[in-house]
């Protein structure tokens, strides 16, 4: 028995390295090649330790450094209230549709999920944000028109159902109202549906390019993510004109610009706040996840 526990515990041990080596050495491959020489990724391929090591890259892509840290405090700045304010505006709203107590909560979940299906489209939008409420070109259009997402307003519904309703019911007898019966009992008790959501809140304003692309035109509103398209792009459009220059009888030497490296070195640049943040959400995150979603 003692034989057949040790060799089972073996195997799973086993099998549970293997796994985390292909989700760690993707990484690790990004991070050597972010730091290999151009022309000896192209040549020798990718490798887990440069063969010819270059910040290239690295140098490409911090060339204007103070745009790059307007562009990093923009997205901070804008990523981490988008997060606290949405977390604080879903979980009010999903508080009352988990009382069994409030008449409206079938209809107002309905208009919920209908927005999960369909949406008023890019153009209305477009007109509703920069016409009406004059968020365009201002970091407010990073914040408030994408406070509210209807699948983790339902898992923080679904989560806030699996608690003990005699909590809520006690709270009322010994007279707390409603404001103080959530943010005294139901909030401490759902850590782990409010660590998860935040950071899922705060992975899609983090690495969100597409409100900047179409509402901001100053620059020094960037957000960090468009701002690396808009080096990337840059990049492809040199090396493109320098491969066509040829043609036209100019000589353009391009041969120390990066074009396949920089996308290794925008990965990191991009990343690495989030893998310092990732570890304190990691215990909660299966947890509010799963409980949140499977339940009711």
């Known amino acids: ?21 292909l989700f760690i050495l993707p990484f690790v491959l990004i991070i050597a090649a972010s730091f290999t020489k151009e022309s000896a990724l192209v040549s020798e391929g990718y490798k887990l330790i440069p063969s010819v090591f270059s910040i290239e890259a690295y140098k490409y892509v911090f060339r204007s450094p103070q745009q790059l840290l307007d562009s990093y405090k923009i997205t901070i ?94 709270a009322k007898i010994d007279g707390a109202s409603e404001l ?18 935040s950071l899922l809140t705060l992975l ?15 620059s020094n509103l960037y957000s960090l993510q468009y701002l690396l398209q808009k080096i990337l792009r840059e990049a492809e459009f040199v090396k493109n004109m320098a491969d ?20 290794f070195a925008m990965c990191m640049v991009a990343a690495g706040p989030m893998l310092v943040v990732f570890p304190f959400f990691q215990k909660y995150f299966a947890k509010g996840l799963t409980v949140g979603a499977v339940k009711g």
């Open 204 to 218: 899609a304003r983090w690495n969100d390019w597409n409100t900047a692309l179409i509402y901001i035109k100053s």
């Open 1 to 21: 028995m003692k034989k057949k526990y040790k060799a089972s515990g073996i195997i799973i041990n086993l099998f549970f390295c293997i796994g985390s080596l």
């Open 180 to 197: 103080q019966t959530f943010f005294k009992i139901v909030l401490p008790l759902s850590k782990p549906v409010i660590a998860t959501i």
């Open 244 to 263: 066509s220059a040829p043609v036209a009888g100019v000589n353009l030497d391009v041969s120390n610009l990066p074009s396949i490296t920089i996308r």
């Open 77 to 170: 700045i804008y990523s981490f209230l988008a997060t606290f304010l949405g977390v604080i505006v879903m979980s009010m709203l999903a508080y009352p549709l988990s009382r069994p107590n409030y008449k409206y909560k079938k209809i107002v979940t309905f208009f919920i999920f209908f927005t999960m299906l369909f949406s008023g489209g890019l153009v209305p939008s477009y007109i509703w944000i920069t016409r009406y409420l004059h968020m365009g070109d201002t970091i407010w259009v990073y914040i408030f028109p994408f406070l509210v997402n209807a699948f983790h307003v339902i898992v923080i519904r679904t989560f806030f159902q699996g608690l003990p309703q005699a909590l809520m019911e006690s």
